[in-house]
């Protein structure tokens, strides 16, 4: 081999030693920045996972108060319906027992004025008949 040979496998046995360190650098980095990324990852679901469970209490707390906000507008429904029946029952029966008398009331009322018209006109016939009697009576 010429001294040339010799220079030329020292320049790559070199660049090779270089290449490997570089590539053992790099993989020690490369482990670092894995290492820093799971602790990060550790930290963010240590930090979250309270959060994650707050949520949660607070989606099943707002479940829970629009059931019972459902519950509450039906039971007020249900009394609103039943109150606006009781009312309509009750106008009935008051409609009846008012309106009822006071039918009675006016026919009473009408047969008094009918008996009285025909006392009246009974009188009148009577005083119409005596006149016209008189009046044929009467020579003049």
Wanted: aromatic share 2%; glycine share 4%; net charge positive.
């Amino acid at each position: 081999m010429s001294d040339w040979g010799v220079v030329w496998l020292a320049v790559m046995a070199m660049s090779l030693l270089v290449m490997a360190a570089t590539q053992v650098g790099l993989a020690l980095m490369v482990l670092r920045v894995a290492r820093q990324m799971m602790a990060t990852t550790d930290a963010l679901r240590r930090e979250v996972k309270p959060l994650i469970e707050k949520t949660n209490r607070l989606v099943d707390e707002a479940s829970r108060a629009t059931a019972l906000a459902a519950a509450q507008v039906e039971r007020v429904e249900r009394i609103l319906t039943s109150t606006s029946d009781r009312v309509d029952e009750t106008l009935g029966v008051l409609q009846g027992a008012i309106l009822q008398p006071v039918r009675q009331g006016a026919a009473l009322m009408t047969a008094v004025r009918a008996a009285l018209s025909v006392i009246r006109g009974a009188r009148h016939t009577r005083a119409r008949q005596a006149r016209d009697e008189e009046e044929a009576l009467f020579v003049g």
